[in-house]
């Protein structure tokens, strides 16, 4: 088998460049009013590591096929990856060619395929004594050459706290380093390489790659174009890292104020308007050949539970779903997205039996698949969080997931429980492998779509070099950040603050733990970014929970400035930024209020002159911001998402679209 492998990875030649269409304009979007662990998995008779040596009983999956039929099986399938197409579906003859490759797997190989795991360490053979151990610990191996070689996953998701993303030249060996362990198997195919890189809040690949505002920032600059810029140019940096799938963008619409797990993550609050950004932000990433993730289905926007920790429940009628929480996924729908991701939530109105949606067969066979016509590939949401947990066992949880639609189980929290689990139900009865069988190929499908049976590596240094962080990328992301900053009260023109008038200022807040990879802290970036503007800025952090004498130093500090700016971070009733916020505005120097991250913050702030919203406070919108606050450039951001007045949620003091400038 060895011997045919290495013929088929030469014959696949990769599907060019998707060549989806550039929107190649700048319409804009009109706005309508757990601790983890893991067991060894039993070693086989022979002593090997490798699942494939398994017997399945059925000797077709381990016959040696001539070269006759290896040239026949792979001949086809080489001129039909080898034609450019904007995601052209899979014809038959490709199908039949997938079919073959699927047909000699071993069912052991199969069950691989489905899953998509974490591995800790920056190299596939090599990591750090730590990583060896960690990876021990919660999966009984050592390095992510031993987990391909034991258990064949047909994926492997990148985090930062896995230290998987060192630096992007680090990454790129990474990748290289697991594609090249997957394809030395017997049988070996290409891997999905996955990573969160939303942009924005969530981020995993850091500086020097080009960070972006997240996705409720370009909400409000409600740019197509920008959106799609966004997705290509990420894609093209991750793609050059050897990183070809991300799950991104978040096709959620936040509607809840409270959501704990989902606000700025999401475009907004209008279902239009977030489905157009959605839409291009596909067709970026998708044009830069990584496979883009629209998240999380049925809609996880109207919950004040965050289902890392709990199970959400929406209570949406469905008229109300099909109008509101569908609408971003028709479009990704529409736009040829290659994944979707489920989530752990309970929704009644579309499934009753109180199972979460990533469980649901209603869900994800029935309106997924049946009422949205779609046929990608479908990814749970990590099964190690609570909200997939909390009815049943990790050993049901991912047979559920397969019997109600799922194509990819990501990160389960014991693989060996739950690769057994699967492999178990298929050879009790439970599971049919003709199931298998259609998920893998749905999985085929994408890797031959995005090139990756005639390279899957990648991840090289010269690609990096080229690539990755580039002075046109940044500048791009400036660009961008400059569009999205919302000035939401500007009272006797309070600003822009100039250095010839208000040269000292204070710098003073909340200091957030930086997203992946920037400089951060925000008080600090904020007062480095005003000082090379020409003000004189001292930076003093306070806190998201400023303590009395953290106040009274910063009432102090302020009496000494000309003015003052102030980073606040989701600011409730009762919480003491209120407070800093206050007695800063009763010094008398002229105070602009930033809001780091939820723009709700305002509303707790009914005395306050200026008023601001980033969306984020990560390092590129953290310097927009302080550009705007110099008037180097005007305020052209518009609210996403109303604003509720806090001593009366239920009436808004800012609608959509709200936005002031100078």
């Not at 066992?393 to 699967?422: E, F, H, I």
Request: hydrophobic share 40%; charged share 20%; with cysteine.
């Amino acid at each position: 088998m060895r011997r045919w492998r290495p013929l088929l990875r030469v014959l696949c030649s990769p599907l060019t460049e998707r060549n989806l269409p550039d929107i190649g304009d700048s319409s804009e979007v009109s706005f309508s009013g757990s601790p983890l662990e893991g067991a060894r998995v039993p070693h086989t008779s022979t002593g090997s590591d490798d699942i494939s040596t398994r017997s399945t009983g059925r000797t077709g999956n381990t016959a040696r096929p001539s070269r006759r039929a290896v040239l026949a099986a792979t001949a086809g399938l080489t001129a039909a990856l080898t034609v450019p197409t904007a995601a052209r579906a899979a014809t038959p003859g490709d199908d039949r060619r997938l079919r073959a490759l699927i047909s000699r797997m071993t069912l052991q190989e199969k069950v691989g395929q489905l899953f998509v795991m974490r591995v800790y360490g920056h190299s596939a053979t090599a990591p750090d004594q730590a990583d060896i151990d960690a990876n021990l610990k919660e999966i009984g191996v050592r390095t992510a050459a031993e987990l391909i070689a034991r258990y064949r996953v047909g994926g492997i998701i990148y985090f930062t706290w896995a230290h998987n993303t060192r630096d992007p030249h680090q990454i790129a060996g990474l990748s290289d380093g697991i594609q090249q362990a997957s394809l030395d198997q017997p049988r070996g195919l290409p891997v999905l390489i996955a990573t969160d890189q939303e942009h924005g809040a969530v981020c995993r690949v850091g500086k020097p790659a080009t960070l972006f505002p997240g996705a409720m920032a370009l909400g409000a600059a409600g740019s197509r174009a920008d959106a799609h810029t966004v997705g290509r140019i990420s894609g093209a940096e991750l793609r050059a890292m050897g990183i070809n799938q991300d799950y991104s963008p978040d096709a959620d619409v936040n509607v809840n104020p409270a959501n704990p797990v989902i606000g700025v993550r999401s475009f907004g609050a209008d279902p239009d308007a977030v489905a157009a950004l959605v839409a291009a932000e596909v067709k970026g990433y998708q044009a830069s050949r990584v496979a883009a993730t629209a998240k999380h289905f049925p809609g996880h926007g109207d919950t004040a539970t965050d289902s890392h920790t709990g199970f959400p429940v929406i209570t949406h009628s469905r008229e109300l779903w099909e109008k509101l929480d569908a609408v971003p996924f028709r479009a990704a729908v529409a736009a040829g997205i290659d994944c979707i991701m489920t989530a752990h939530i309970q929704f009644p109105a579309l499934d009753d039996s109180g199972d979460p949606a990533t469980l649901s067969h209603p869900v994800l066979t029935g309106i997924l698949r049946g009422e949205l016509g779609y046929d990608g590939v479908v990814i749970t949401d990590s099964l190690g969080m609570e909200g997939v947990r909390t009815k049943y066992g990790d050993d049901r949880v991912p047979v559920l997931a397969l019997k109600a639609g799922v194509d990819q189980l990501l990160n389960p929290p014991s693989l060996d429980v739950a690769w057994n689990a699967v492999l178990n139900a298929v050879q009790d009865g439970e599971l049919t492998e003709a199931r298998l069988d259609a998920s893998i190929l749905r999985i085929l499908r994408l890797k031959a779509r995005l090139g990756l049976f005639a390279d899957a590596r990648g991840g090289r240094p010269g690609g990096v070099d080229r690539t990755v962080g580039t002075e046109a990328h940044l500048a791009a992301a400036d660009r961008i950040a400059e569009r999205t900053t919302t000035l939401l009260v500007n009272e006797d023109r309070t600003l822009p603050f100039s250095p010839r008038t208000e040269p000292r200022l204070l710098v003073v807040g909340a200091d957030p733990a930086s997203p992946s990879g920037t400089d951060g802290p925000p008080t600090g970036v904020l007062a480095n970014a005003l000082t090379e503007l020409g003000f004189t800025a001292t930076a003093l952090s306070t806190g998201t929970a400023p303590s009395a004498a953290a106040i009274a130093q910063a009432v102090e500090a302020a009496r000494d400035a000309d003015a003052v700016v102030v980073a606040t971070y989701n600011v409730t009733a009762g919480n003491a930024q209120g407070t800093l916020v206050e007695q800063l505005r009763s010094t008398g120097r002229p105070l602009a209020a930033l809001a780091v991250r939820n723009p709700y913050d305002v509303a707790q702030f009914p005395s306050v002159k200026a008023c601001l919203t980033s969306y984020g406070w990560t390092d590129v919108e953290v310097r927009a911001a302080a550009r705007v606050i110099a008037g180097r450039v005007a305020p052209r951001g518009k609210l996403p998402v109303p604003v509720q007045r806090a001593d009366a949620p239920t009436q808004v003091l800012y609608p959509i679209g709200h936005g002031l400038t100078y």
